[in-house]
């Protein structure tokens, strides 16, 4: 097969997503007979003449004009996501906030509803807590896991239905298809964020998202060293969403794109690591007498297992944990642990260990994580692709020594 032929399979999603990690969406910006996509510093784009960069700036020819709009690293980016993801269009962000954020902004306006649940990561919370209702936009938050009570909401009216699943940091699961039928019904969009799962374990829109979106900060990147977010669904849904991020700003970096694209080269065989190594932890502190709680879908005990099978290829790379003595019993365990970086991230090829007070919902005060269902004893642990042996000797000692 000629790479070019590779490519085109790559371009299409004729091949398996372990594939289209490394191949897809590069190959209109290698140059020069490059093998790798380049990271292109350059503000703005220039043209020979008038009619040219007309034709560009109207669309009528691809190129670009400005890289606050487009950047030829970061489309590498978006079109590798857009692939893997099974969508039409796909954009980026600074930030995964940023991605939720304009997402929020672009598609509501004021006096609309949207219907969202109460576990949502703390700083999209607060989007719907603050922010949007400061401009009119009316919200309902839903018990997580109470599907009748989300349906009921969505049938009231709204706009948009926004879902993450599995949650952070509690690892709650919502059924999408099912929650997409009932927003569709009633006329309204769904968002969905995809971080925890990433695309190799699920992919929302084949699910019935309208949207699907990622902090690329987390997995897609994998490395804690680059902060991103990106954005996928039908294009009319994602043009609405890029014309307000292109006036607003929040444009992801090219270096940060190019960090993203050579990180997303691995993602299959780190999820694939991420997922088995979690899966094994996750059993294995459930049979620990310190530990009272154990937050996981792959689990056959975590309440949505049944969903989380029907959805999901893997169960991610997250779990989180309940100690007996709560902050406390947090603050004696979190220093004793050796292999762990003690950060407010996740996703990295590293273990990442912390609790959701100075994580998740950092600014949220502990009566307000009380009433979302997240304990102060509770640990998140994102799973790197260390050997798992080592992971569990090392929360061996840990555990031994409180
Ligand atoms: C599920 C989820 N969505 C979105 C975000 C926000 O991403 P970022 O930190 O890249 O803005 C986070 C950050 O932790 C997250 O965990």
């Known amino acids: 097969?000629?790479?070019?032929?590779?490519?085109?399979?790559?371009?299409?999603?004729?091949?398996?997503?372990?594939?289209?990690?490394?191949?897809?969406?590069?190959?209109?910006?290698?140059?020069?007979?490059?093998?790798?996509?380049?990271?292109?510093?350059?503000?703005?784009?220039?043209?020979?003449?008038?009619?040219?960069?007309?034709?560009?700036?109207?669309?009528?020819?691809?190129?670009?004009?400005?890289?606050?709009?487009?950047?030829?690293?970061?489309?590498?980016?978006?079109?590798?996501?857009?692939?893997?993801?099974?969508?039409?269009?796909?954009?980026?962000?600074?930030?995964?906030?940023?991605?939720?954020?304009?997402?929020?902004?672009?598609?509501?306006?004021?006096?609309?509803?949207?219907?969202?649940?109460?576990?949502?990561?703390?700083?999209?919370?607060?989007?719907?807590?603050?922010?949007?209702?400061?401009?009119?936009?009316?919200?309902?938050?839903?018990?997580?896991?109470?599907?009748?009570?989300?349906?009921?909401?969505?049938?009231?009216?709204?706009?948009?239905?926004?879902?993450?699943?599995?949650?952070?940091?509690?690892?709650?699961?919502?059924?999408?298809?099912?929650?997409?039928?009932?927003?569709?019904?009633?006329g309204a969009l769904v968002v969905a964020d995809n971080t925890f799962a990433t695309p190799i374990n699920q992919n929302p829109l084949a699910l019935g998202a309208d949207l699907v979106?990622?902090?690329?900060?987390?997995?897609?990147?994998?490395?804690?060293?680059?902060?991103?977010?990106?954005?996928?669904?039908?294009?009319?849904?994602?043009?609405?969403?890029?014309?307000?991020?292109?006036?607003?700003?929040?444009?992801?970096?090219?270096?940060?794109?190019?960090?993203?694209?050579r990180s997303m080269k691995t993602l299959a065989l780190r999820i694939e690591r991420q997922n088995e190594n979690a899966l094994r932890i996750a059993r294995w502190l459930e049979a620990q007498p310190a530990v009272t709680k154990v937050n996981y879908p792959g689990l056959e005990s975590h309440p949505q297992h049944d969903i989380a099978r029907r959805q999901m290829r893997g169960y991610g790379g997250v779990l989180s944990f309940e100690l007996d003595g709560g902050l406390d019993a947090v603050k004696a365990l979190l220093p004793h642990l050796r292999l762990v970086r003690r950060a407010a991230n996740l996703g990295a090829v590293e273990t990442v260990a912390g609790p959701p007070a100075t994580t998740s919902h950092v600014e949220c005060t502990p009566e307000e994580r009380a009433a979302m269902g997240i304990p102060e004893g509770l640990i998140r642990y994102s799973v790197g692709i260390e050997d798992a042996a080592d992971l569990i000797a090392d929360l061996t000692q840990a555990l031994t020594a409180l």
């Open 213 to 261: 979106l990622h902090s690329a900060t987390k997995f897609l990147g994998g490395h804690a060293d680059a902060l991103g977010g990106v954005l996928c669904g039908a294009r009319d849904l994602v043009a609405k969403v890029y014309h307000y991020r292109e006036i607003t700003g929040a444009a992801l970096d090219p270096m940060a794109a190019y960090l993203l694209i």
């Open 1 to 186: 097969m000629s790479e070019d032929d590779r490519n085109e399979q790559a371009e299409t999603g004729a091949l398996a997503p372990d594939t289209l990690t490394v191949w897809a969406g590069e190959r209109d910006s290698l140059v020069q007979g490059a093998t790798q996509v380049p990271i292109v510093y350059s503000a703005a784009y220039g043209y020979p003449d008038v009619e040219t960069w007309l034709d560009v700036a109207l669309g009528r020819t691809p190129g670009h004009i400005y890289s606050r709009n487009t950047n030829p690293t970061v489309a590498a980016f978006e079109e590798k996501v857009r692939v893997l993801e099974g969508a039409e269009s796909a954009t980026s962000f600074a930030t995964g906030m940023a991605a939720i954020s304009d997402t929020l902004f672009a598609l509501l306006a004021p006096g609309e509803r949207v219907v969202s649940v109460k576990d949502t990561y703390g700083g999209t919370n607060q989007m719907f807590v603050d922010f949007l209702p400061r401009v009119g936009v009316e919200v309902e938050l839903c018990d997580t896991t109470e599907h009748e009570r989300v349906e009921a909401a969505i049938a009231s009216g709204c706009k948009l239905v926004y879902l993450e699943t599995p949650t952070n940091p509690t690892l709650k699961v919502m059924d999408i298809a099912r929650l997409a039928t009932a927003a569709h019904a009633a």
